[in-house]
């Protein structure tokens, strides 16, 4: 596809399950990135890759988050024993390269913990 | 900390009204960008600002980059309903290793 892609659009999990969402960035983007938001809110980061290099998980809230990207391309956020906190948008965005350049965005997972 | 400020958090105004939307901070920015948030959908990229004093114009909407490449403005003419969204402002910082985000302006033009 033209652009980025995420699955599901909409997650809804019980308090204390894991959760996988996925992203598909764009093809030939070296660099992708993981934020979350809040209703109405700005972005925060979780974690960002480049290339083959070690991802900078910085902003991940705690070890009960965790990212991968396989191949250099698709790449799967996994939330493990879900909080009513984590609920939020999780944005996936790529970039041609690294975080200097712009980032295009996927439409986001709406994830609800009850 | 290298942050993004950006001023009004929300704006609520008529069709027709003009505005602006503010994006300031301490630290120098290699460059800056605007994106667009609608409902239910990802940021979207407006302009990339790089020089400092650069004004970029996009039919209604003017962007300006500081001279001290610090902070950015973006200035709305006659806004329409169809301007309604969350305004983002982000950044390299010049020494930094991650893209910084504001927090976001909301605003709401009523027809």
């Not at chain 2, 610090?70 to 910082?93: E, F, M, N, R, V």
Request: net charge neutral.
């Amino acid at each position: 596809g033209a652009g980025v892609s995420q699955s599901p659009s909409n997650k809804v999990t019980e308090k204390g399950k894991d959760v996988e969402l996925r992203c598909d960035p764009i093809s030939g983007h070296t660099a992708l990135y993981w934020y979350r938001q809040s209703l109405g809110q700005g972005l925060e980061f979780l974690i960002y890759f480049q290339g083959n290099s070690a991802p900078d998980k910085s902003g991940l809230p705690s070890d009960r988050f965790s990212a991968e990207r396989t191949g250099g391309s698709v790449s799967t956020l996994t939330i493990q024993r879900t909080q009513q906190e984590d609920s939020a948008v999780y944005l996936c965005a790529s970039s041609f390269t690294g975080f200097r350049y712009e980032q295009y965005f996927g439409p986001g997972t709406r994830l609800t913990v009850t | 900390t290298q942050l993004l400020e950006q001023s009004p958090q929300f704006l609520s105004i008529q069709e027709g009204e003009n505005l602006t939307v503010y994006c300031n901070s301490s630290s120098v920015f290699s460059s800056l960008q605007w994106y667009r948030q609608e409902p239910g959908e990802g940021p979207v990229l407006l302009v990339t600002v790089v020089t400092g004093g650069e004004v970029k114009k996009l039919k209604r909407l003017t962007f300006q980059f500081g001279d001290a490449r610090k902070d950015s403005s973006l200035h709305i003419t006659a806004a329409q309903p169809g301007d309604t969204g969350l305004y983002l402002c982000a950044g390299p910082p010049e020494y930094g290793n991650k893209l910084v985000f504001g927090a976001g302006t909301i605003l709401r033009v009523k027809s």
